[in-house]
DNA sequence: GTCTATATCTCGATAGAC
DNA sequence: GTCTATCGAGATATAGAC
């Protein structure tokens, strides 16, 4: 269940049902597909994970769990607030340029009511303010109470700083079918991004002269 | 096909189907599901539409054209930076509001390699450069060669103003789980996000004296 | 642990009455 | 145009040999 000790059978299984899950869905997922991405045989995914259902929350809890943890990690170091908010957006960049299917995962579980998501929560996500949701609203709060950043609501800004990440990769495939020549432009604008956003959110939530 | 008179049945499909694709997935999508919530039978379905496929299809265009429609809209008024820019980001947020599964059904069909956005691309998007994609990345290269926001990359400007907007839509429930008391205040958040959101782009593009 | 072969079942699609 | 009943494809899941 909750182990997270995986033979390597197992996790080229978790792999490959990951890859399969997140363009598929869970429904449109195929265990065969996933057996040959994986170099094996449907059998075998019974054996190890029972059936689809239990397949899809392990794979879920032993990605996001990862995801969550990494991405608490730079909120816990050191550092003023632009250090800090810079540290936050390049890792999240990194960890989604890394895969881009994570993403488009989390968020077709959640539009399907987030079932699993809620069932596992206390396993994915730290719950405590010292967990990821609660240090990125309190980076905002904090420089908020101190004048560094204007007066705003932490949960507006935690909304638009994941959502100007996500959407790159979320939203890229549609952009790149208008204007093809966006393609081989990619690798590049993921860089050319970590500036844009940090400049967007820190200049953005500044407190102004006028 | 093409037609855009539909019939009170089609309409009561059309709008089941809606909201069962967008939260299943093409594939998870039941006939059944889509069936019971127009109030009528499977077989009704594959008489006005003849399969699964061509109803998804249908739906995909029937929503996504007007929906780029009433954005486009927003771009084609008269208006300085700061009038254009407010506006498209007030519609946007009202749009989705309106109808907050839409993000996830484009995004989801995006995410399957957009085959039917991509085949019917030109009833849904207008490409000229009179269509919406094309007059966002506009009002931000204008803006940003008349010296009125910084040197900036308009593509990137595109997809921080959109991943903002959609953002608070499709990741509304993940924060929603974690933070029960969100819930409640959803529809004060969703205005205070238009000025939120206006401010971080326009504020946050804006040159710098320092 | 890993495989092949097969049983079981879900769901899209059709036939045919009204 | 709308319904009930049913078929058949395709997918999950299992049995059982190795």
């Given at each position: 269940m909750s182990t997270n000790t995986f033979s390597d059978t197992e996790h080229q299984i978790l792999e490959a049902a990951l890859l399969e899950f997140s363009t598929h869905g869970r429904q449109g997922a195929r265990m065969q597909c996933i057996a040959d991405r994986a170099g094996l045989n449907k059998a075998l995914i019974h054996y190890y994970f029972r059936n689809k259902e239990r397949l899809y929350e392990e794979v879920f809890r032993y990605v996001f769990q990862r995801y969550f943890r990494r991405l608490g990690e730079t909120l816990?170091?050191?550092?003023?607030f632009p250090t800090v908010l810079r540290a936050f957006i390049n890792r999240y960049l990194d960890l989604l340029n890394e895969n881009p299917a994570l993403p488009m995962f989390l968020l077709r579980e959640v539009s399907e009511g987030a079932p699993v998501f809620s069932r596992r929560i206390s396993e994915i996500?730290?719950?405590?303010?010292?967990?990821m949701p609660y240090l990125l609203l309190q980076l905002f709060a904090k420089a908020s109470s101190s004048g560094?950043?204007?007066?705003?609501?932490p949960f507006q800004a935690l909304i638009s700083i994941m959502g100007t990440c996500i959407y790159f990769f979320a939203g890229f495939p549609i952009f790149a079918a208008l204007m093809p020549e966006l393609q081989d432009r990619r690798e590049e604008l993921v860089e050319q991004r970590k500036e844009h956003i940090f400049e967007l959110v820190y200049y953005g939530l500044k407190p102004r002269t006028e």
């Open positions: 816990r170091r050191d550092g003023d996500v730290e719950i405590s303010p010292d967990g560094e950043i204007r007066h705003t609501d």
